[in-house]
């Protein structure tokens, strides 16, 4: 028997069996077969077996024999098992239980073993009952076999057969039981049997069979693990041999499918399938880009963009950065009330030596976000313009070369007690009219500032324009519904008998000429003012005078009208699409401008027909004006945009100017210079210049000029002003919407510009 | 049939055809999303951002060429090889056959980048220009510690680790570095990389040119040499080890070319001595010295011997004299090592090649022998100091000299007091070297003293006139920088040499510059005072016209105050009247970019008030 191929863990099993031997010493009355369900099975004996079943497939006869002999031994200490003698201990046991655990270990192992050896001793007493002997005693627990922490709490295990409770012992406490151990000698042998909650005495037997084991000895002194080899088959006189088949041929001829495989492997090496120790690649170095000359290749892939390199550190990331760039306590805090995007992620920290700056906490991270910004973040080629944005500004031509043009505050006209919403400059730049909230109208001497004749309207003027003829001065105001013809007196005595021959209406003129409607506008005399009063069914928001002089137009949130100084009135034969806002005349043609909330319509008066429609793209116009060229149109809005049209160039605007912030109330061109202003809510007026040339080929030059200020934004009725109980409430409204700059108009030949201004205010700036 | 037809959904057209998404590349190219990653950044490629957004915001969108571009990869069908590789090993490990599993380990397939790094960098110039990431990677990876959990190997640290001594020896030896800057995150360095395209070479008239290309500038950090502090959960070393995998490559590479163009071999061998000692970059240095003596020389040179001859017998007529006792002192080449100082050769013929700035650097620390206590970082020191031309040593083992050198000027200190001091030297806070680095000077060392606290350390990569607000201390540079360049007048008693040396005509360029720059100045104090006049004109101006008003003494005298805001409005009004005529698109980038400048007028304010309050404080503390 070859005893040098058991490997260690058959002594392990051996170590194992014996154990499980000592269990059978233990209860002798019970045969093995119902000792082994219990829970005491350690994990490695399943997995041993086969090894143990491999090596007797190699030599079937000895691991055979071998499991005979365990089992014979066994068998055979159960028999002489009230024998108690040990002396014939085997030698070299030492040597073949090398591999169990050491001593120390072994011991407490032991212990325990024990216990649990007692303790199933005394239970399967309980579970043999059946079959029991004699000398049993029945186990005090009563519960059965269930875990005994279900009990914990209890001071009973069972029930007796009286049915009263078995109750726990006291348990002794560690004094006594110290106590114990030093009165009663004996005290070391005991164990605490927890199942039936007693103490059990080991006997010397059971001593002696523990000394064994912690020896690592077979439990009995009879047992010899390495008796000689019995066997019991009489080979002697038999004829046959235990099988009577032939010796297969597989026996006497090599495998066929080693060979096979072999053959494999051949081949897959002589193919170079495989590789014996193939030598580790060392990286080769050579000049990758060569002379660098040769690689003016074309990548035939799309154009690489390189990724934006990472921001260069500032002072502030220094680890010792001047004082200044380091956050106060209260910014600090300050920063947990932002936004976690605007939170500064870096926050600057001094340390005033090299050697005191920590590591850096998240140095890995930040590698890897970049690693990640590489890879996942989409790039894409942007243009990045790095100018300065002064260049950005168009270059304008001096604004020396282009004097003269109004510049400062020259004289003020004051007189009015509220708004002045419109002024009209007389033909020869002489006299300036006004009118005013505060239902007055005023003729101003322009140079000296003397206010030369008051007429009280009595109702708020919103309108006033001088006929444009010098030996006509008559002036035109719109008040409410009315628009009034006033004689203002000026010129020679035959001027005057004309123009009061002019102003006489023969009151009966109820026939109109257009009889399909009811009269527009109805033509009476007025007294009061010496002049003419024309009725509209609406309010009218301006009038203004054709070149001649001859016919004027009003405007009414409904329609436009145009009378004619010969007492006839006509309403414009066109459709509009949308309410007119404003309406002025050609300045040398007979063609006419209204403007709607978004076009202008342009329309040829003579010929009765509509031209063309100018695209403003504005939201709401707010005023007009003709260039005196009469090709150009700018048109003021109230989201204070001004918008220049060439009208030989097209119907969009050219330019598109947004100078005011407020509301454009008016927009004014200049007769002779090429100025023209635009005025606004905002209490600013700009002067702009703008060149027009005769040659078509060239766009007309626009440049900003100056800013005029002075105007406030109060309305003119201070605190001491009480608004006169006649106003309606209408005109509070009126009034309190009255912001700002209300009316500009250029001088006819000088390059000055008047402002009307809502805090009750007419300007004159001069160059 | 029209050429435009289609049939619906059978075709596609315009950034529908051109992009697609991530997630139809993925299944275009049957692969993993892990793999198509790591194919991304083997060969660079990134999404791109289509002018039109078929499938929404919340996708990624590749071009399909650069898509085409991977599935015609090589590397795709190796990755599928060691996939299948994978699975065997796996199948054999399973099956308990430990044989084939490590006979099909070992058989696994690799692959080399090299030709990546070709297709992806063209050109030298390309490679530089990606160069940041892939040094400050590699240095990031040469201080990590080799981590299995995270399949950091230790192979690949020791190769960042090697790489980027490398690097910082080339840089060294060439004197390219510009510029250094120690912020919180680690260190910043700068350094100027200046191509010389020789595929230009035109002929005309027998003259050759050389043309040149701008300087590529390569900034990278190195952490500080500190334990680094590794996230738990939040970093995927994955994608950073195929980052690292490809930068280790390029790097290679890269030094490979840059050695070469010095005439050095690579990969350098270096004294396995020194490398125990982990003084890596000085075995470089060595290696340098080693390298450059044997026969890369141009042998037309007549000098080669000569001059060494000259050194050992007399000391003083040879014009490279001083730099050859320079570079015995600097690298203690041992006696025995015959033809010792051949290298410098070399660096004589270099001379004429290297631009006025590489000339400057180089002089820097010319004169100075610096040592190093043990307490100051050794490596970025030992980098910086001789790439400035400066002469280092440190305490330890394998030293070019010792503490007790009594030639040794500067003694670079890190402590809060210094127990003995040799009265022949200056013992300097660390800052010094770097603050000089960067201002170009030797800056006094009375602030860098030991135990004080060093002045601030600016970095050297802002614009402060940009920024518009300079720090105490760049003001103090700077008056020391033009002081240091008057001083540099040529002096009477220098000899002919001096006249033809290219520094002279550095210097004479310095001075010109200087000059230019004082001629600048006189000019915008000039348009200062011009302005200033206008404006006073202007304010008189406006001060008659109110008073032109028929109003009282004291009411113009109230204008003249008021008009002061009346002032800055007509300034203002003149600013605004352009902005009229501006068309709507300029008027609103003009408009953003006031925005922009108004955030960094804001900023300076800021720095301003914390200034003015530092200063209070003090003002107070010393009252």
Known sequence: MDFSGFSEEIYLSFAI????LLLVLESPWSNSASWLPLDFCLPTLPE?????????????????HQKLCFLGGCSGESLSESEASQSGSSGDESNSYRALPTQRTMMAWTTVMVKKIKVMALNNEGVEESDSSEDEVAPRNTIGDVPLEWYKDETHIGYDLAGKKIKKKERQDKLDSFLASADDSKNWLKVYDEYNDEEVEVTRQELKLVRRLLKGKAPHADFDPYASYVDWFKWDDAKHPLSNAPEPKRRFIPSKWESKKVVKLVRAIRLGLIKFDKPKEEQ????LWGDDSSSAEKANHLAYIPAPKPKLPGHEESYNPSLEYIPTQEEINSYQLMYDEDRPKFIPKRYTSLRSIPAYDNGVKDVFERCLDLYLCPRVRKKRINIDPESLKPKLPSRKDLKPYPVTCYLEYKGHKDAVMSISVEASGQWIASGSLDGTVRIWEVETGRCLRVWDIGEAVKSVAWNPLNELPVLAVSAGRDVLLLNTGFGDDEEQKKIRELLRVETPQAPDDSDNKGPVVSWLQDDKHDGIRLRHFKTVSSVEWHRKGDYFSTVMPADILLPLSKKHTQRIPFKLHGLPVSAVFHPTRSIFFVSTKKNVRVYDLWQQKFIKKLETGLREVSCIAVHPGGDNVIVGSREGKLCWFDMDLSSQPYRILKCHPKDLTNVAFHRSYPLFASCSEDCTAYVFHGTVYSDLNQNPLIVPLEILRGHTSSNGRGESFSTPSSYSLCWHLISFFCYGVMDCKFHPRQPWLF?????????LYCH | MVKHYRPPGKKKEGNAARYITRSQAVKHLQVTLPLFRRLCILKGVFPREPKKKMKGNHHTYYHVKDIAFLQHEPLLEIFRDKRAYEKKIKKAESKKNPDLANRLRTRIPTYKLDRIIRERYPKFVDALRDLDDCLTMVHLFATLPALEREKLEVERIHNCRRLSHEWQAYISRSHKLRKVFISVKGIYYQHVEIIFVDG????????LFKAEVEGQKVTWLTPHALQQVLPDDDVDFNVMLTFVEVYETLLTFVNYHLYHSINVKYPPILDPGLEALAADLYALS???DASSRTPVVDPHDPSIFGSEQVETQQKGTPPDESELRLAQLQHQLPSNEPGALMRLVEDVTDEDEEDEDTVECKKLFKDLKLFLSREVPRESLLFVI??????VSWEGEGAPFKEADQSITHQIVDRPTQGHIFLSREYIQPQWVYDCVNARIILPTESYMVGRVPPPHLSPFVDNDAEGYVPEYAETIKRLQSAARNEVLPLPGIGKEDLEDPQKLLVEGIIDRAEANEAAERKR????????????????????????DKQSISKEMEAREASDPDIQRIVQDHANMSKVVMSRNKRKLYEAMEIGKKRKQSHVDLLKERKRKIAAAQKSVES
Not at chain 1, 755 to 763: F, H, P, Q, R
Not at chain 2, 386 to 391: H, L, S, T
Not at chain 2, 525 to 544: A, H, P, S
């Open chain 1, 284 to 287: 080769r170095f050579y000049p």
């Open chain 2, 286 to 288: 060595r290696y340098f």
């Open chain 1, 755 to 763: 402002t009307a201004g809502a805090d009750s205010v007419i300007k």
């Open chain 2, 525 to 548: 104090k000039m348009i200062l005072e011009q302005n200033r006049y206008l404006d006073e004109l202007k304010m008189e101006v406006i001060g008659t016209t109110t008073s032109d």
């Open chain 1, 48 to 64: 041993r077996r086969p090894a143990l079943m491999g090596d007797s497939e190699v030599e079937p006869g000895s691991g055979q």
């Open chain 2, 386 to 391: 001789p790439a400035f031309g400066g002469v």
């Open chain 2, 200 to 207: 230009l070479y035109i002929f005309v008239l027998y003259v």
């Open chain 1, 17 to 20: 069996s014996i154990l499980l």
